[in-house]
């Protein structure tokens, strides 16, 4: 800008968000013994094209760019985005106690290895299609949890799996609901 000319702000205010989750307990963080086996599946979830690093991204790229013309909007994406920050942080603790490493690369079965990457998001321009993208990714999230809760006989992980099951629906009705 020029020298004396108004500066441009974002009146939006974010203070005091909190994260967007269904109102129930997490069972604790603890896993019954190390897998690294189960500790890959979980890095996926962790960083892969589906994951909680994705949604968090993705979520904060929105609200970044409507924040200035859709304070309401802005303000639903950055306390999903608040959840899933704290999912990708539970997610951690347990690749962790499982014996793996939070090294943002996710772990395939077939041994293949892919570091996290922007290209996995989708960032459409206008507003009614990033809640459908988010739609579709918190969808696809749920399925790929629910076939490793399949994958995964440890009782203690399944749990947490299934409790964050509990925040992506609440936030398939929330992103419903503003369509």
């Known amino acids: 800008m020029e020298k004396g000319s108004s500066s441009l702000v974002n009146t939006c205010s974010f203070t005091g968000i909190k994260p967007f989750m269904a109102d129930l307990p997490y069972p604790p963080i603890q896993v019954r013994g190390k897998n690294e086996a189960y500790a890959n599946l979980l890095s996926i979830d962790y960083c892969g094209s589906v994951s909680e690093l994705s949604a968090i991204t993705q979520y904060i790229n929105n609200e970044n760019r ?3 013309g859709n304070c309401s909007l802005a303000k639903t994406f950055l306390g999903i985005a608040v959840a899933e920050m704290m999912h990708l942080q539970k997610l951690g603790e347990l690749i962790v106690l499982l014996g793996g490493n939070v ?12 570091m996290w990457t922007p290209g996995y998001l989708t960032l459409p321009e206008d ?44 936030h398939i009705m929330l992103l419903k609901a503003l369509l």
């Open 103 to 114: 090294s943002f690369t996710a772990k395939y079965r077939n041994g293949s290895r892919k």
């Open 66 to 68: 409507i924040s200035c």
């Open 127 to 170: 507003t009614g299609n990033m809640i459908r993208a988010n739609i579709e990714a918190e969808k696809a999230a749920i399925e790929q949890y629910a076939m490793h809760i399949k994958m995964i006989r440890d009782e203690d992980v399944d749990a947490v799996l299934e409790r964050i099951i509990k925040d992506e629906e609440y």
